[in-house]
């Protein structure tokens, strides 16, 4: 899994306008966490996926381009540096866990019924971009994904993952 450095630029007026958004990227996100930081106008997200730079930036493109004016993707690597406070970069930069106390900067994955509801709503062809999106990641093969289990635990696995599981379970 690839870890993403994805900065926004709009007018973001209100944290709704900024929860909005970070909903808007749950399809693409695989890690337990979006983690956010906003300032006038400026919205940074982290967080972690399967699919590669190409289908993220297509999807964002094509899904949620009406809540923003434009955006810079990029995969986060020890090469990337950062200035901002310690105490919000170390929370940000941590998929891991969830401090209350940087509410405002934190988004939690959002369970897949909770996202499927939300499906119904939209567009046919947000679904439809989704599913050919999901088409092109690289199916993990039943040792990774239970190796995955294995140091990390079931709870560790996404959506994705575990209906990639009950297909071999079956």
Do not use: W
Not at 156 to 166: C, F, P, R, V
């Amino acid at each position: 899994m690839k870890k993403y450095i994805l900065t926004v630029f709009g007018d973001f007026k209100t944290k709704t306008t900024c929860e909005e958004i970070a909903f808007a990227f749950q399809p693409i996100v695989d890690s337990a966490h979006l983690k956010f930081q906003y300032t006038n106008g400026v919205l940074i997200f982290y967080f972690a996926s399967e699919m590669d730079m190409e289908d993220i930036h297509e999807f964002l493109e094509v899904t949620s381009h009406y809540l923003y004016d434009s955006f810079i993707l990029s995969e986060y690597t020890d090469k990337v540096s950062v200035f901002m406070p310690s105490k919000i970069k170390d929370h940000l930069f941590d998929l891991d866990n969830c401090d209350m106390e940087f509410e405002r900067i934190i988004v939690d994955k959002l369970d897949d019924s909770q996202f499927e509801d939300e499906m119904e709503d939209n567009d046919e062809f947000v679904a439809l971009l989704l599913n050919q999106l999901r088409g092109n990641m690289k199916q993990p093969s039943l040792d990774e994904l239970l190796d995955k289990i294995n140091n990390n635990g079931v709870e560790s696995l996404t959506s994705y993952e575990k209906g990639i599981l009950d297909n071999y379970s079956k």
